[in-house]
């Protein structure tokens, strides 16, 4: 009979153990799925940032390819002189402390 004891204690301790570690089981597997959310939604709020740069960064380009079209040049030559420009246009940004996008909006007076 001192088996049948043991075992039925043991049972017992098993049973006693396992609800609550299934218990945290279920906690952990919520802190995964909460975990999960944050991520993707984080990812979405990263695109949009680099949503906004990209569109920042076409419209600077278009701007360029704007200039150089109207001052005539066009194919290899028109990409040759964006080039040129946009390097001018970022020197110039350093030294005068503005963006390079903010310089192709000036006007002279």
């Known amino acids: 009979m001192s088996r049948s004891l043991d075992v039925s ?3 017992r ?3 006693r153990i396992t609800g609550p570690l299934r218990g945290i089981q279920r ?3 919520r802190f995964g799925q909460l975990a999960q959310r944050i991520g993707v939604l984080g990812a979405a709020i990263a695109a949009i940032s680099f949503m906004g740069l990209i569109q920042q960064a076409a419209e ?3 701007k360029l390819r704007d ?3 109207t001052a005539g040049e066009f194919g290899s030559a028109a990409e040759a002189r ?3 420009v946009k390097a001018e ?3 110039l940004a350093l030294q005068v402390g503005l ?3 903010s310089l192709t909006e000036a006007k002279s007076t």
């Open 99 to 101: 963006t390079a996008n």
């Open 9 to 11: 204690v043991l049972v």
């Open 60 to 62: 600077f380009d278009q």
């Open 67 to 69: 200039m150089v079209v």
């Open 82 to 84: 964006i080039r040129g």
């Open 27 to 29: 906690a952990f597997d």
């Open 13 to 15: 301790l098993v049973d």
């Open 89 to 91: 246009l970022f020197e």
